[in-house]
């Protein structure tokens, strides 16, 4: 029988949530925070409030594989360069996490994964830090420089940096978040990229969705709109712009070669070409997460005790 | 306005315009927190809850973080709107969080847990509408408790 892909990519979803981690969920915020007391306490008045960046302050993560980024905004005078700035915030977390985690130095990074607790669960958290632009700036414009430890797309480790406003990207997909569920496409590019191997960078795949809303009617089923999407990186990834909502002058297209923009369209050629011969094909390229399967929620209902007024008692939100 | 929780297979619609009355009454009382109780029906199968009006409270205690909803005329107004034409019963609650995102605290969460299982609630699912709420901007977290646990719906 003829697989129902607008009821599969639910479940997918579904099964997908981050909420189904709840306890892994939990310890990566216990480990966030506590990192973000450890740089207030090491670096005082020379940081800013460090603040999530990544996929949970933009609500697009998937349950299958996520970790923290934690944004640390520093004081220009803070450092003298921005390699001190990246070298220093290296050496304090080794320092501090070496015994009980693996710490390295990624493309704009820190990423510290710390070793597997009595569960099996393993807490990853990636602080990125930066630097204001001038002295005291931070507080008006919210921009940062990012330093580049290792080649990243067009830009060379070392020589260059990446100046970026890191609130303006999390607002970006929050303000783009309503239109016909955007998220939801994003949550399952995102699953298809896991599953399948394939490199793209999340912040690439949330753009150019945006750029296919923008730039589409986007409307109909799940599937029918995953596809218009899906047909628009296809026809556009070579040559599309997708300018850094956080500075205009990044071009996130040039995070990724000409040759794997190339590899990318192919992958979406073949994946609408496959689905559309076959639905069964959905389930290999959106499966679900084996870990969690979807309930039978036929049954599920609005229940009532017995017809009759409900009178609640006074009650406290806080 | 249309959601829905694909994780139980439940829905909720509410009205633009009874979410322009929240957040006007919201608006009314900012930067302090307010709410009041949601008024609706439930679709005959049950899976869909209408939301159609709110009474608000007339005794409260409220702050900038907390709000304490109180019970003084709910009793009669609620029996009111029960025996009228259609019959409309208590669904939830909702309430404001200033300057803030709408996600539940654990105060909202015990608050939402305690109404489920009062023995004067006849509903086993009520919901819970927070809203963040600026001066100029308002955004919405619709939660409901389900068997033990509470789930957020989506637009869809």
């Known amino acids: 029988m003829a697989t129902d892909k607008n009821k599969h990519l639910n479940d997918v979803l579904t099964s997908h949530k981050v909420s189904k981690e709840q306890d892994l969920l939990d310890k990566h915020k216990r480990k966030r925070d506590e990192i973000c007391d450890a740089l207030v306490e090491k670096y005082g008045a020379d940081i800013y409030s460090p603040f999530n960046s990544g996929s949970f302050a933009k609500n697009t993560a998937v349950n299958k ?33 070496s015994s009980s985690a693996h710490v390295r130095k990624q493309k704009v990074s820190i990423g510290i994964e710390f070793f597997a607790d009595d569960k099996g669960d393993i807490v990853k958290i990636d602080v990125v830090p ?83 809303f923008d730039k589409l009617e986007i409307s109909g089923g799940l599937w029918d709109r995953l596809k218009s999407v899906i047909e628009y990186i296809r026809d556009n990834v070579t040559t599309v712009s997708l300018p850094d909502p956080g500075n205009s002058n990044n071009e996130v297209a040039d995070s990724m070669s000409d040759y794997e923009k190339s590899a ?45 007024p409900s009178i609640p008692p006074p009650t406290r939100f806080g | 306005m249309k959601l829905r929780n694909e994780e139980i297979g439940l829905f909720l619609e509410i009205s633009d315009d009874l979410l322009r009355t929240i957040r006007e009454s919201g608006l009314l009382h900012y930067p302090k927190e307010f709410g009041g109780i949601l008024i609706g029906n439930y679709s005959t199968d ?87 709420l600026t001066p ?21």
């Open chain 1, 65 to 97: 594989k996520f970790d923290f980024d934690l944004m640390a905004p520093f004081k220009r005078n803070a450092f003298s360069t921005l390699e001190n700035m990246f070298n220093d915030v290296y050496d304090f977390l080794l320092e501090k996490y």
């Open chain 1, 130 to 212: 930066g630097r204001e632009l001038n002295q005291d700036q931070y507080k008006e414009d919210d921009k940062l420089n990012l330093y580049v430890y290792s080649q990243f797309g067009k830009l060379q480790s070392g020589s260059d940096y990446i100046r970026s406003n890191i609130k303006a990207q999390v607002q970006n997909i929050k303000d783009n978040a309503d239109r016909a569920n955007l998220r939801q496409k994003v949550r399952l590019l995102k699953v298809w990229k896991l599953y399948n191997n394939k490199t793209p960078k999340s912040f690439f795949l949330e753009l150019i969705t945006i750029k296919a």
């Open chain 1, 264 to 308: 990318l369209s192919d992958d979406m050629r073949n994946m609408i070409n496959r689905i559309e011969e076959n639905s069964d094909y959905i389930k290999i390229y959106f499966p679900l997460n084996d870990k969690f399967p979807v309930e039978d929620t036929s049954n599920n209902k609005y229940d009532e005790r017995k017809v009759a």
């Open chain 2, 46 to 132: 049950k899976k869909i809850v209408n939301v159609i009006d709110t009474l608000l409270p007339t005794s409260y205690k409220s702050s900038k973080f907390s709000f304490e909803r109180g019970s003084e005329g709910l009793k009669e107004q609620l029996e009111t709107l029960f025996n009228g034409a259609p019959s409309l019963i208590y669904v939830g609650e909702w309430h404001t969080h200033p300057d803030a995102q709408p996600l539940p605290s654990g105060t909202d969460i015990m608050g939402l847990t305690g109404i489920a299982k009062h023995r004067d609630v006849n509903i086993t699912s009520p919901i819970l509408l927070i809203v963040g």
């Open chain 2, 136 to 156: 100029a901007s308002m955004e919405l977290g619709f939660y409901v408790y389900f068997k033990d646990k509470i789930y957020r719906y989506e637009t869809y």
